[in-house]
């Protein structure tokens, strides 16, 4: 074999050997990048799949295919991509937060609104069941005992909804509200009771 | 939340009712069998309007009276 071929075939083995060096320097890197960018996502999953889904499943994508370039060993692109997915994953606990809190306040707002007008509702309600069950002849069109019914559905969810409230159950406050609202207008419906505001 | 008291986190009661304006002719049992199907319950309605009517016979057209 001449010099000439022997230095070839050392060329050769060396370079795979650097590629094989450089490879297996940027594996451990590109793993510990995964590693963080799942530990992103494990810390803000809860509140994220809650208030971001979408965001999250985005994340969780990218995150994928960073996965799946490693395991074809491109190690350069898992490094690569890996500072944005990062970058994104640290963001779902700020966009969930945000998110929550923007939601909190329409409940709140929704409560505010609910708790204002449903005693009045109620009240007035109550007052025209109790004067009709005296009455010795019903309006036509008036159906007392379904109203009736009504009526004591929407009390018994109106005290559900406000020990809700009272747990810090915010949104089950307002859903069971927007259930007694709902039998408190059936029940006036079957009064032919039409509620307005107070003339000023 | 801070206030979990219900009333404290609502403003007070918004004041709704049924309101019937008092037209020429008119009187208290007649209004009362209008929405109550019965004349003889108008002293609940007389009631409810104490702070506009003195006399449930002296009712005037034009006055907005609660219908409870």
């Excluded at chain 1, 898992?78 to 329409?106: F, H, N, R, Y």
């Excluded at chain 1, 109203?147 to 747990?167: Q, R």
């Excluded at chain 1, 079957?190 to 003339?199: G, Y």
């Excluded at chain 2, 206030?3 to 004041?15: F, G, N």
Aim: glycine share 6%; with cysteine; charged share 25%.
């Amino acid at each position: 074999m001449s010099l000439k071929r022997r230095f070839g075939q050392f060329a050769a083995v060396a370079f795979v050997g650097l590629v094989l060096a450089a490879c297996a320097s940027q594996k451990e890197p590109a793993a510990a990048a995964i590693s963080g960018i799942e530990s992103a996502i494990s810390g803000a999953s809860a509140e994220a799949s809650k208030y971001v889904p979408d965001q999250l499943a985005d994340v969780q994508s990218k995150l994928a295919a960073l996965k799946d370039s490693f395991a074809k060993q491109d190690y350069k692109a898992v490094i690569t991509g890996a500072p944005a997915v990062l970058s994104a994953a640290q963001g779902l606990a700020a966009a969930a937060a945000a998110k929550k809190d923007e939601i909190v306040k329409a409940l709140s707002d929704d409560w505010t609104g609910l708790a204002g007008s449903l005693p009045g509702v109620l009240d007035a309600v109550k007052s025209r069941v109790d004067i009709l069950s005296k009455s010795k002849k019903l309006p036509a069109g008036v159906d007392l005992a379904s109203a009736k019914a009504s009526l004591a559905d929407a009390s018994g969810l109106w005290d559900k909804a406000k020990a809700a409230f009272a747990a810090n159950n915010l949104e089950e406050a307002v859903s069971t509200a927007k259930d007694v609202k709902a039998k408190a207008d059936a029940a006036a419906s079957a009064l032919k009771l039409n509620l307005t505001p107070a003339p000023k | 939340m801070a206030d979990k008291d219900s009333t404290a986190a609502a403003p007070a009661a918004a004041a709704v009712g049924q309101f019937h304006e008092v037209q020429k002719g008119e009187t208290l049992g007649r209004i009362a069998e209008k929405y109550y199907g019965d004349p003889s319950l108008y002293k609940d309605i007389f009631e409810a309007n104490k702070d506009i009517l003195k006399d449930p016979n002296k009712i005037f057209p034009g006055q907005k009276l609660r219908i409870p």
